[in-house]
């Protein structure tokens, strides 16, 4: 059934591979690997097509396995430095830390002094995810108004947050 195929599939892999012997065991894999689908009894409808495909893939996994053992795997002799030397991230440092906790605090402040409904409706779409038609049925009010208190929300935390980074609220 695939037999016919052979000498196609040779020419065209010897090409790709530049050497008929390499492209000679890739096409008797690919044979390999499609009478033994035939003989599990799978129906191969288009062998021609299969034989090109599994032959390609093995090419693809040939160079995959050549650049994995082609790079150079050297160890660089030099010591690694003591933990207890290395710098703590930024993040990790005890005034980074504090001042973070501050900026949360004051944000929280400000979300809190927003009106109720204003706070309402930025806490159910930026905390709970709702989007503004759902905010707008909740809450029993247009979408336009869910979309101002949104906005006079943001306003507030952008204008709390150039405070807290010490620069002119815009």
């Known amino acids: 059934m695939v037999t016919p195929y052979y000498q196609e599939l040779l020419n065209y892999f010897a090409r790709m591979v530049r050497s008929r012997d390499s492209a000679a065991d890739l ?3 690919a044979y390999v690997r499609v009478l033994a689908l035939q003989q599990a009894g799978q129906a191969v409808h288009q062998p021609r097509a299969l034989l090109y495909r599994t032959a390609r893939n093995l090419l693809i996994d040939q160079h995959r396995r050549h650049v994995v053992r082609s790079v150079p795997h050297t160890v660089d ?7 207890a030397e290395l710098p703590a991230p930024p993040r990790d440092e005890p005034e ?11 944000l929280i402040a400000t ?3 927003l009106p109720l409904r204003c706070r309402e409706a930025f806490i159910l779409h930026k905390f709970d ?3 503004q038609a759902e905010v707008a049925a909740q809450m029993g ?8 208190h ?3 929300a943001m306003v507030a935390c952008r204008q709390c947050r150039a405070t807290n980074e010490g620069r002119r609220p815009a």
Do not use: C, Y
């Not at 030099?78 to 933990?83: M, S």
């Not at 979408?143 to 101002?148: D, F, I, N, P």
């Open 96 to 106: 980074v830390a504090a001042t973070s906790a501050q900026g949360v605090a004051s």
């Open 111 to 113: 979300i809190d002094a």
């Open 150 to 152: 949104i906005q006079r």
């Open 77 to 83: 002799d030099t010591p690694l430095p003591d933990v």
């Open 27 to 29: 096409v008797h894999e």
């Open 129 to 131: 995810g709702l989007s």
């Open 141 to 148: 009010i247009s979408r336009k108004m869910v979309e101002q």
